[in-house]
């Protein structure tokens, strides 16, 4: 099998209000079965998921907060990932929370890199599931094929060193492959084995996006996936989810 990983280049800023559609299949040539890989930061500023942090007042909370963290971040960020989450998990040299979406992640996936100016940061889009069914049927509407979406975003690791992309919203493709049953190469029965699919796709794409280069759009073409998901399904239960 091979399997290519395509970066769509050119894309312009995205600001409020962009059709990632449009700008998406002006600029590639899709195909049925291709995956449509985006960065959230895009996917949050065409939906205006930005605040600026000259208009937030840092509540008692997060004065207190701020000066336990590394860096001594503004506590005006600190206030936004407050907002943006519906619990602490941890607040000693990193701010750990559960999302109102359901994520545990580092500073509520509250960010303010590779985005102009210094006092915008990004949120994460509200449901990113529905913003990839929505990216899934404009391009379909546009190219007149069917794609997978996939919007990703870097999240580190407890257990391991460096980041790594992972799926928040996925359309068109399973999130989990669950082997469970299946026989191995040795005849061995699969007593544990459900693969992340999504974020495997994810974190292959992450490999053309990079962090410094404007790619934040990749297609990923060659794979073949049966069935359909959501981005939630790869969300671990809280009772046994070693943060909750």
């Not at 509407?141 to 919203?169: H, K, Y």
Request: aromatic share 2%; charged share 25%.
């Amino acid at each position: 099998m091979t399997l290519d990983l395509i970066g769509v280049d050119g894309l312009p800023e995205v600001r409020p209000g962009d059709d990632l559609g449009e700008l998406i299949s002006s600029r590639s040539k899709l195909r049925d079965g291709d995956i449509v890989v985006v960065a959230q930061k895009v996917v949050s500023k065409a939906e205006g998921r930005m605040r600026r942090l000259s208009e937030v007042t840092a509540g008692d909370e997060a004065v207190r907060l701020a000066p336990r963290l590394t860096a001594a971040p503004d506590p005006r960020l600190v206030q936004v990932v407050l907002d943006e989450s519906v619990r602490v998990l941890r607040s000693d040299r990193v701010l750990i929370t559960e999302t109102r979406q359901g994520y545990v992640c580092a500073n509520g996936g509250v960010d303010h890199s590779n985005i102009p100016g210094s006092d915008v940061v990004t949120l994460l889009p509200v449901d990113p599931d529905a913003s990839a069914e929505r990216l899934r049927i404009k391009l379909r509407e546009l190219t007149g094929v069917t794609v997978g979406v996939v919007i990703s975003d870097t999240f580190g690791r407890p257990w391991r060193l460096g980041i790594v992309n992972v799926a928040l919203g996925i359309a068109g493709l399973p999130a989990l492959v669950d082997l469970r049953g299946q026989m191995d190469d040795a005849g061995k029965q699969l007593r544990a084995t459900v693969l992340a699919t999504a974020d495997d796709v994810a974190s292959a794409a992450g490999l053309v996006m990079g962090k410094t280069r404007r790619t934040p759009v990749v297609v990923v073409r060659g794979l073949e996936l049966e069935g359909s998901g959501h981005g939630r399904d790869l969300i671990r239960p809280a009772a046994d989810d070693l943060f909750r």
